[in-house]
């Protein structure tokens, strides 16, 4: 069984500010983790995976994210938040099936 | 091209009516899926079908049915409408776990709204 838990439901920097947003895992088998995007009324949007490859990926839009099996923990970071990247992002977890696990989600604000 | 698509983008009806939602892929994948997203913003796997197979079937009320007419199609059918189903529908696709390809593509959402 696989779960997803996302620390904060908002988080809020200012513009050019480091972001960090939370997820930890917990899973039974070797987990793929993924982070994705949701701008307002719109679909999700794949920001990047981890599939046992090289646990720092790197994703679009300037996001990344390191996956660490000690803490069971895969957070998401960007160097510098611009005020484009304000969204919902949702860590997700699979593994024993293809279906996603998702987390409850986090908000980011961007203040400028 | 869009590459996960869904129609309606907006659906409003009452309470008993029975509607349903259109999903399509043009990414070649076998696997598509239904996800449903509360006021919560909660997403939650309701089905899964591979290449026109159902494999996931997370515990859906009966009122609720997937139709996969080909493996690029997957449709929802939802009868006798509660208003506990308003939500955000999403559809996704995958190449699907056999092929070791996990993520997920998801087209833009249904907003059904039971009034």
């Known amino acids: 069984a696989q779960s997803v838990t996302q620390l904060g439901s908002h988080v809020s920097v200012s513009e050019g500010a480091l972001v960090l947003l939370r997820c930890n895992y917990s899973s039974s088998v070797p987990p793929y983790l993924f982070w994705y995007v949701q701008y307002p009324n719109q679909g999700l949007q794949l920001l990047l995976k981890?599939?046992?490859?090289?646990?720092l990926v790197k994703g679009i839009n300037g996001f990344e994210a390191e996956f660490k099996k000690s803490e069971t923990s895969f957070h998401l970071t960007k160097p510098s938040a611009h005020m484009s990247d304000a969204a919902e992002y949702f860590c997700?977890?699979?593994?024993?099936?293809?279906?996603?696990?998702f987390g409850t989600g986090t908000r980011l604000q961007v203040f400028p | 091209d869009t590459a996960v698509s869904q129609t309606p983008k907006y659906l409003v009806t009452q309470m008993g009516n029975d509607k349903s939602i259109k999903c399509e892929q043009n990414l070649g994948h076998d696997t598509m899926y239904w996800y449903k997203q509360d006021s919560k913003k909660f997403l939650k796997i309701m089905f899964s079908y591979n290449n026109k197979e159902l494999i996931i079937n997370e515990t859906v009320p009966n009122r609720f049915s997937p139709k996969s007419p080909d493996k690029a199609h997957l449709n929802l059918h939802i009868n006798s409408l509660e208003l506990g189903d308003s939500a955000v529908y999403f559809c996704?696709?995958?190449?699907?776990?056999?092929?070791?390809?996990?993520?997920?593509?998801f087209g833009p959402g249904t907003r059904l709204t039971v009034t």
């Open positions: 997700a977890v699979s593994g024993d099936t293809d279906k996603l696990i």
């Open positions: 996704a696709s995958s190449q699907g776990v056999y092929s070791g390809s996990y993520e997920q593509y």
């Open positions: 981890y599939t046992s490859a090289a646990t």
